[in-house]
């Protein structure tokens, strides 16, 4: 761990586009991205992406600008979009629990598109936020949250290098149900290692003639 001596407060995240090989992310920016986000996540089509999120569904791109948008203010969220290589938006996350005074922000409201899911860009964006937190921004601690009984994002967490640190029993009640909320981090010691296994993964030299990857992520 770092000395913390001369410890100063880490500037905030956001307001940056972050290039990368399979896709971006970009700013949300409603004019621009409201039709592409609703198509991937509004309707009835989608409502299953919003189970375990206390937002949503939401059944017109209104509605999702005006809730979505109201949460994103109220708790300082600063949110980015995902575009696919075909210029299409696939998905949106979050920074959240934004801490600069100690360092610490935490990925959220992660929303993947049906077809973002399982495919390279999925990891790549983790990639990329862990990337410039940790790298750009100079941060300690990176948090990933979800519903325990999401046992998808449990296995994402694990996967993308996150470790597990304790389930907060009755955290919420949502949606009419009770919540318990697993929590998980990364931490800037971990990230050396954890950022040469994602790179390895994304390699050029990891994806067969079809893009199919050769070997799994490894990040423990």
């Given amino acids: 761990m770092m000395t913390l001596k001369n410890w100063t407060p880490r500037p905030r995240p956001g307001g940056v586009t972050m290039p990368g090989r ?3 992310l970009e700013p949300l920016d409603w004019q621009r991205h409201r039709d592409g986000l609703y198509a991937v996540a ?8 919003w189970r375990y999120m206390p937002l949503g569904p939401y ?17 300082g969220w600063e949110t980015l979009v995902i575009i696919g290589a075909d210029e299409t938006i696939k998905g949106m996350v979050s920074f959240m629990r934004i801490r600069e005074a100690q360092g610490s922000a935490e990925i959220g409201a992660v929303l993947y598109g049906h ?41 994402a967490a694990q996967r993308f290098g996150f470790t597990y640190e304790g389930t ?39 994806f067969d003639a079809s893009g199919q990857q050769i070997f799994r992520l490894k990040t423990k």
């Fill in 115 to 155: 077809a973002l899911q399982r495919t390279a860009l999925a990891t790549e964006v983790l990639y990329m936020t862990a990337r410039y937190l940790f790298d750009q921004l100079g941060y300690r601690r990176y948090e990933w949250k979800c519903n325990a009984a999401n046992q998808a994002s449990v296995r």
């Fill in 59 to 75: 059944l017109s791109p209104e509605a999702l600008q005006r809730e979505f948008e109201a949460a994103r203010v109220a708790d």
């Fill in 168 to 206: 907060f029993r009755n955290d919420m009640v949502m949606k009419g149900d009770n919540r318990d909320t697993a929590w998980f981090s990364i931490i800037d010691s971990e990230w050396p290692a954890i950022r040469a296994a994602y790179e390895a993964w994304l390699s050029p030299s990891n």
């Fill in 42 to 49: 509004g309707g009835e089509v989608n409502a299953d992406l």
């Fill in 22 to 24: 399979f896709g971006r």
